[in-house]
């Protein structure tokens, strides 16, 4: 199954995040399928760029996010548009 989640990068105690579609069995640094956006934890408020049309895309076949890309994700709407074509 097809997962939308976190890939970290940056040093050690800069933590900076690329949203990923991977396969769930993949390492969480590990092969992914496509980058669908960032996350910057480090700036005041927390920078999240998603691309929506690439997230659209995954989640209508099939992808399911992980608990903080689906809380980043209903921050944006990008999960109410999913369940209003739905």
């Known amino acids: 199954m097809v997962r939308i989640r976190l890939r970290r990068l940056g040093a050690k105690g800069k933590p900076f995040y690329r949203v990923i ?3 769930q069995r993949a390492a969480r640094d590990g ?3 496509e980058q ?6 480090m700036t005041d408020p ?5 691309d929506e049309e690439l997230a659209l895309k995954w989640l ?5 996010p992980s608990e ?4 980043m994700m ?12 739905a």
Do not use: C, M, S
């Open 46 to 50: 927390p920078t999240i760029k998603i």
């Open 60 to 64: 209508r076949n099939g992808a399911q």
């Open 36 to 41: 669908i956006g960032t996350y910057d934890p």
């Open 21 to 23: 579609a991977a396969d």
């Open 68 to 71: 903080a890309v689906g809380a």
């Open 31 to 33: 092969a992914f399928i």
């Open 74 to 85: 209903k921050k944006l709407g990008i999960l109410d548009k999913v369940k209003a074509t």
